[in-house]
């Protein structure tokens, strides 16, 4: 591999055609260039590149003041991005798979989402945690996992999830300019197995907060996020084969929810089916589902169905069972619409 | 290095000298002022007006000297028995009434259990119940200072319990890496207080420089605090700060303002009257203030109000 024309380091200007992980690694770049307290820490992060070569070449380019390479502490490296939002700094901090996520649960959970709360406003500490999320590489127990949950029940927190290349650059951008802490959740199976045009010339900011409406159509509505975008669609298209008209409500941002967005579409297709890879019990799908109930009862056809991981421990060989994927979304699909 | 439990009254005498009268008596109406504030929140809690109170009395030579030691530019992570170090900042006597009342005067409205005191601007941060995890923030703020490159050092109080806690290791690990401005400071009662008798080792273990002192001894403490944070502003190495308690630290001073700096015991007294009548002015105040509103329970969780707490408050 040459740095030049990767898939993962895109310093190219114009449109340009690339990765997912491209797309991450122009935002960073971008947001780097455009502000001095911008920077990156975490676990080979810098000369390296990052696991995924997501910083591939910001080392390089700004210098082991920018770029930090720290020790093997998720804790550490939270706590010490905290410490850097409170003297003014941007720290976007690596967690190098979201399974690791967990030794720095007490930095993220009782310190960082709650400066602002405790101190009454006068602490604030915008910290940005990129995290890749999510099964679907092999990657089995302890490099597979979605956590968006745990993070979502916590006030204080934005957590987003992108699932094209242009919101990947669009909304880390848009996070790295925040004043609130966002937990940035990568889909890595996606990273290299989606391509898009993107201009450079073009700032592609996307705010954080609304979903994103990717697929119009009339009789259901499904709700989904990160990986299971493209599931969905391709279940999607199979249910346009069967006449059934899908529309696809692609989250983005699932703390602070969009919850209109939410009503607007099941008060039009009167039909709800929520896609998450995550385990079932206690997911975001059960708030999603709660908040139809809350709101739009009144207009649902059919009952709400959940598409979710199993209630298990994220697997290794059996992977391809545990994850949704477009046969089971397309039997959910199919039940609501035919429910009577 | 070594600063020796001070026996003699030799380096006492050269500190009181430089420091002169006025800063001397200054050093004493912290101690007693911080003194005094804890007695009467301990009162008012065995009264049950306040609901929780971690007492600081025996702490007040770590808390005011190490604070009267750093510039008013160096940021404070307290520890809960560390009150004293927003008195050492000039933050208003009555703020602390607030704080630990839970009043819409306490700077966090009322919303922190009482002993996680933070002021913003004196710098001294707000911070939670886990006794360890500001370790690793500390690291941050330090490090935040250093690349600005700005002479400012983090001190990071705590109790020798936080020594068993992670964020203790990943602070000062980080702290080595980085060779970040951080003097993290190790307060004990005795050898049985700290997980494996003494937490100077850890400091070396890390790659950072270990001071032992005599926590009841503020002038040792002073000194200690002034020395770290000249090696740190000159890119010396992080400084972790074993003090052990020895004794009564405000007893201690007065019997070395009266011994060696030749005040007299009624000087002392009247400064300690009028110390007392305005801790009670300042209880009052407290008393007098009302809860913040209902309506601030919601605010502050994020930058703006987000459409999920909207919809909980309709």
Redesign the interface.
Same mark, same amino acid.
């Given at each position: 591999m040459t740095l030049q024309g990767t898939d993962t380091q895109s310093d190219a200007v114009g449109t340009v055609n690339m990765t997912m992980l491209a797309a991450i690694n122009c935002a960073l770049r971008e947001e780097m260039a455009r502000n001095q307290d911008v920077?990156i820490l975490g676990e080979d992060v810098g000369i390296n590149g990052g696991v995924f070569r997501a910083t591939e070449g910001l080392f390089h380019e700004f210098g082991d003041?920018r770029v930090?390479d720290?020790?093997l502490?998720e804790?550490?490296i939270?706590?010490?991005?905290?410490?850097?939002?409170? %003297?003014?700094?941007k720290?976007v901090a690596e967690i190098q798979f979201a399974d690791f996520i967990f030794?720095a649960f007490?930095?993220i959970v009782?310190?960082l989402a709650?400066?602002? %709360?405790?101190?009454?406003?006068?602490?604030?500490a915008p910290v940005v945690i990129r995290a890749p999320y999510g099964g679907g590489i092999r990657g089995g127990l302890y490099h597979s996992q979605s956590p968006e949950a745990y993070f979502c029940h916590t006030?204080?927190l934005?957590v987003v999830i992108p699932s094209t290349v242009s919101d990947a650059r669009g909304l880390l951008k848009a996070a790295i300019r925040?004043?609130?802490p966002v937990l940035f959740l990568e889909p890595k199976r996606l990273y290299r197995s989606l391509k898009d045009d993107i201009d450079t010339n073009d700032e592609g900011i996307v705010p954080i907060?609304p979903a994103r409406i990717a697929r119009n159509g009339s009789d259901v509505s499904v709700f989904c996020f990160g990986a299971m975008v493209p599931v969905v669609e391709e279940a999607a298209d199979r249910a346009t084969e069967g006449g059934i008209d899908v529309e696809i409500v692609d989250l983005r941002t699932l703390?602070?929810?969009?919850?209109?967005a939410i009503i607007k579409s099941v008060r039009k297709t009167s039909r709800a089916v929520i896609v998450h890879e995550a385990p079932r019990t206690g997911g975001i799908g059960g708030e999603i589902a709660a908040i139809i109930a809350e709101q739009a009862v009144d207009s649902l056809s059919a009952p709400i169905l959940r598409v979710t991981g199993y209630d298990t421990p994220f697997p290794y060989s059996l992977e391809h069972i545990y994850l949704p994927d477009a046969d089971r979304v397309h039997r959910a699909i199919e039940e609501v619409t035919h429910y009577e | 290095m070594t600063v020796e439990h001070r026996e003699d009254t030799e380096l006492a005498t050269q500190q009181l000298e430089a420091m002169g009268r006025t800063m001397a008596l200054d050093l004493y109406r912290l101690l007693r002022l911080t003194r005094l504030v804890d007695e009467s929140i301990t009162e008012m809690q065995r009264a049950g007006t306040v609901g929780f109170h971690i007492p600081w009395t025996g702490t007040e030579a770590t808390t005011i000297g190490a604070a009267t030691a750093l510039q008013s530019e160096d940021?404070i992570f307290p520890s809960h028995r560390y009150g004293g170090v927003a008195l050492a900042r000039n933050v208003e006597v009555a703020t602390l009434f607030h704080h630990a009342l839970g009043t819409s005067g306490d700077?966090?409205?009322g919303?922190?259990t009482p002993g996680?005191f933070?002021?913003?601007a004196s710098k001294i941060?707000?911070i939670?119940s886990?006794v360890s995890?500001?370790?690793?923030?500390?690291?941050?703020?330090?490090?935040?200072?250093h690349?600005?490159k700005e002479d400012a050092v983090?001190l990071a109080y705590m109790g020798a319990a936080a020594t068993a806690g992670?964020?203790f290791h990943?602070?000062l690990?980080?702290a080595g890496?980085?060779r970040s401005p951080v003097i993290y400071f190790v307060e004990r009662k005795g050898m049985d207080d700290a997980p494996v008798g003494t937490v100077a080792p850890f400091g070396e273990a890390y790659g950072l420089e270990s001071f032992s002192i005599d926590g009841s001894d503020v002038l040792a403490v002073q000194a200690a605090v002034v020395t770290a944070r000249d090696q740190l502003i000159k890119g010396g190495a992080p400084v972790l700060i074993d003090a052990e308690l020895k004794g009564d630290p405000l007893q201690r001073y007065k019997y070395t303002l009266e011994e060696v700096g030749g005040l007299s015991a009624s000087l002392l007294q009247e400064m300690d009257d009028s110390l007392a009548i305005e801790v009670e002015a300042a209880r009052d105040t407290a008393l007098a203030s009302l809860p913040a509103t209902t309506e601030?329970l919601h605010?502050?969780?994020?930058?703006q109000e987000?459409?999920?707490?909207e919809?909980h408050l309709s």
């Open positions: 920077v003041s930090i720290t020790p502490t804790s550490g939270v706590g010490a991005a905290i410490g850097m939002a409170l %003297y003014g700094m720290p030794p007490d930095q009782s310190e709650k400066f602002r %709360y405790r101190s009454a406003g006068e602490f604030i006030a204080g934005k925040e004043d609130d907060g703390a602070p929810m969009d919850t209109a | 940021w700077p966090s409205l919303r922190q996680n933070g002021h913003a941060v707000s939670s886990s995890a500001r370790l690793s923030q500390a690291v941050g703020v330090a490090h935040a200072a690349l600005k983090v992670n964020d990943a602070g690990n980080l890496v980085l601030t605010q502050h969780v994020l930058s987000s459409s999920k707490i919809m």
